[in-house]
T-cell receptor, first 114, second 119 residues
Framework: AQKITQTQPGMFVQEKEAVTLDCTYD???????LFWYKQPSSGEMIFLIY??????QNATEGRYSLNFQKARKSANLVISASQLGDSAMYFC???????????FGQGTELSVKP | GAVVSQHPSWVICKSGTSVKIECRSL??????MFWYRQFPKQSLMLMAT?????????EQGVEKDKFLINHASLTLSTLTVTSAHPEDSSFYIC???????????????FGNGTRLTVT
C-alpha cells in the first residue's frame, strides 16, 4: 500500500531564507506522481508542484523546487526566499497509477519569521 | 480554469439532523470526485471516491450509511452527513479530477472546504 511520511510537524524559517520540507514515500507501483499542496489557515488546498516517477529532472515552479531522490524515495520541497505569506501547512501527497487516489502525508506547519 | 466550488463554507447544525454539502466543478467535467475529512492540525483523510453515475467507493472505516455520497452529474457531487453527532464536527473538503485526466500526473482541484460544527 502507498504511504507518505512527513516527519517535521513544524518548521521555522527567517524571511528571505530558503527552507526544505521533508517527504518520504513508499509504493510498489513504478508509476506514480508526487505533489505538494499548501493549506493556509483559511483551509483551501493550493497546488504547488508536481514530480512524476519517470521525470529525470527535478521539478521547479517559481520559488518552489522539488528535490526528488528516487532511490531514497524522498521528494523534499524547497522554498527559496521565504516570504511571510508562505506561513501555512504544507502537505506532500502521492498518487499511484493503479488506483488513482491522492494520499496525503501528515503535513508540516511552516512559520516564516520577519 | 479548473475551479471547484464547495457549498456551504461553514455550517452549524444540531445533533441528530442531516447536513448536505455540495461540490461543483464550475468550468470542467469531473467524472471522479473525492471527499476528504480533516481534523484540526491533522492531515486530509480520504473518505470516499465518487464516480458519476455509480455508487461511491468508501475507504475502510467510513460508514457509508452515515456519509451518503451522490454524484448525479459530471459537475456535481454531494455529501450528506446523516444524523450528525458532535464527533462528526470536522472540515470536509472535496476535490475533482478532470474527465479524461485519469493519469497519475494530473493534480486534483480542491474546493474551499466546509467547516461543520454539530452542537
Amino acid at each position: 500500500a502507498q504511504k507518505i511520511t512527513q516527519t517535521q510537524p513544524g518548521m521555522f524559517v527567517q524571511e528571505k531564507e530558503a527552507v526544505t520540507l521533508d517527504c518520504t514515500y513508499d509504493t510498489s507501483d513504478p508509476s506514480y506522481g508526487l505533489f505538494w499542496y499548501k493549506q493556509p489557515s483559511s483551509g483551501e488546498m493550493i497546488f504547488l508542484i508536481y514530480q512524476g516517477s519517470y521525470d529525470q529532472q527535478n521539478a521547479t515552479e517559481g520559488r518552489y523546487s522539488l528535490n526528488f531522490q528516487k532511490a531514497r524515495k524522498s521528494a523534499n520541497l524547497v522554498i527559496s526566499a521565504s516570504q511571510l505569506g508562505d506561513s501555512a501547512m504544507y502537505f506532500c501527497a502521492m498518487r499511484e497509477f493503479q488506483g488513482g487516489k491522492l494520499i496525503f502525508g501528515q503535513g508540516t506547519e511552516l512559520s516564516v519569521k520577519p | 480554469g479548473a475551479v471547484v466550488s464547495q457549498h456551504p463554507s461553514w455550517v452549524i447544525c444540531k445533533s441528530g439532523t442531516s447536513v448536505k454539502i455540495e461540490c461543483r466543478s464550475l468550468d470542467f467535467q469531473a467524472t471522479t470526485m473525492f471527499w476528504y475529512r480533516q481534523f484540526p492540525k491533522q492531515s486530509l483523510m480520504l473518505m470516499a471516491t465518487s464516480n458519476e453515475g455509480s455508487k461511491a467507493t468508501y475507504e475502510q472505516g467510513v460508514e457509508k450509511d452515515k456519509f451518503l455520497i451522490n454524484h448525479a452529474s459530471l459537475t456535481l457531487s454531494t455529501l450528506t452527513v446523516t444524523s450528525a453527532h458532535p464527533e462528526d464536527s470536522s472540515f470536509y473538503i472535496c476535490s475533482a479530477r478532470v474527465a479524461g485526466g485519469g493519469a497519475y500526473n494530473s493534480p486534483l482541484h480542491f474546493g474551499n472546504g466546509t467547516r461543520l460544527t454539530v452542537t
